[in-house]
């Protein structure tokens, strides 16, 4: 079993940054892929980013690019959601999630992985 833990959530002004963490712990796999996503009442859970614990790369859902920067220490076992110019849309419960490397080739999908979720609120 792999344990995911959110932290960092809270409320920001529209234009405002907020870093989110997530600690990993438990089952390990040999390459993992990290993974955000979010949740806003009454919509579906929606992937925003993704990276590759061990090569790197990361992912992104065009609603975040170019605001948004998905980054892990692997010392510390962590991932790390940076998010700049915040805007009211990206109001939700975040999630962290994990799965294997191997798997399915849509980063997007099949994380069995999940934390508990850390609430993001982007309000003047």
């Known amino acids: 079993q792999v344990q995911l833990v959110e932290s960092g959530g809270g409320l920001v002004q529209p234009g405002g940054s907020l870093m989110l963490s997530c600690a990993a712990s438990g089952r390990t796999f040999s390459s993992m892929i990290m993974g955000w996503f979010r949740q806003a009442p009454g919509k579906e859970r929606d992937f925003v980013a993704a990276i590759r614990w061990s090569a790197g790369g990361t992912y992104y859902a065009d609603s975040v690019k170019d605001r948004f920067t998905i980054s892990r220490d692997n010392a510390k076992n962590t991932v790390y959601l940076t998010m700049n110019n915040l805007k009211p849309e990206d109001t939700a419960v975040y999630y962290c999630?994990?799965?294997?490397?191997?798997?399915?080739?849509?980063?997007?999908?099949?994380?069995?992985?999940w934390g508990q979720g850390t609430q993001v609120t982007v309000s003047s």
């Open positions: 999630a994990a799965r294997s490397y191997y798997g399915d080739f849509d980063y997007t999908t099949g994380y069995p992985y």
